[in-house]
């Protein structure tokens, strides 16, 4: 079965560049979350779109930006990287919006984010 | 404050025996789910309870929610050494699903 595609799968930038992260939900999954995980932190919400529209929003620096597209894919675009911001991101995709009903997200197998 | 913090942070146990992991939190949650990762990699689902479900199985799983207490539990039974890797809660709310520190599970063959 198909899962949660994100792209790359490593990636390693320098201080102040820009790197944008890609993540393909599972067919027709209409939500799709972003989450970091820091070296033995757990997963910290960034965001998350739901039909296209941003749904809700977490503690995402102002320096990174996200969308979702018609094809339902999301691109989290980080700008000015720090070394803070090395990390692993994830991406999560579910059908129907949120998990206030319970609906089950699948995550990604993440995009390993290191700023020398 | 932290939502979904996890008791004990480290386990160490024997292939054979069961693994109990305890979680609390501190919000209303409209559900909880717990996830397994092992080093460096993807969350994996593993067992979602709502929260007007009290305990809930799935294979060697045992998921118990108390919401008066705020506390959730997560019994492996007859662990396997591939059941070593990090556990964590998660409380669901809206278009949020926040995570709580990992459990770290080792089981030695």
């Known amino acids: 079965a198909a899962g949660v595609i994100q792209s790359p799968r490593h990636l390693i930038k320098e201080k102040r560049e820009t790197a944008t992260l890609k993540c393909y939900p599972i067919?027709?999954?209409?939500?799709v979350y972003w989450y970091q995980q820091g070296p033995g932190q757990d997963p910290q919400f960034l965001i998350s779109?739901?039909?296209?529209?941003?749904?809700d929003k977490g503690s995402i620096p102002d320096r990174f930006s996200a969308q979702q597209f018609s094809d339902y894919h999301s691109e989290l675009n980080m700008s000015s990287l720090e070394l803070g911001d090395s990390a692993l991101y994830f991406c999560?995709?579910?059908?129907?919006?949120?998990?206030?009903?319970?609906?089950?997200?699948?995550f990604g197998q993440g995009t390993r984010l290191t700023v020398v | 404050s932290q939502q979904g913090e996890e008791d004990p942070q480290a386990l160490s146990i024997q292939e054979g025996e069961n693994a109990t992991m305890n979680c609390s939190y501190k919000?209303?949650?409209?559900?909880l789910q717990w996830y397994r990762q092992n080093s460096g990699r993807g969350l994996v689902h593993l067992i979602l309870?709502?929260?007007?479900?009290r305990e809930k199985h799935s294979g060697r799983l045992r998921v118990t929610l108390d919401t008066s207490k705020k506390s959730s539990s997560l019994l492996i039974t007859a662990s396997r050494a591939a059941d070593t890797a990090s556990y964590f809660c998660?409380?669901?709310?809206?278009?949020?699903?926040?995570f709580g520190k990992g459990i770290t599970l080792s089981v030695r063959p």
């Open positions: 998660a409380t669901g709310a809206n278009s949020k699903l926040t």
């Open positions: 309870i709502r929260s007007n479900e």
């Open positions: 067919p027709r999954h209409d939500t």
């Open positions: 999560a995709s579910s059908l129907g919006g949120g998990w206030s009903g319970g609906a089950e997200a699948f």
């Open positions: 919000t209303s949650i409209n559900n």
């Open positions: 779109f739901y039909e296209k529209m941003q749904s």
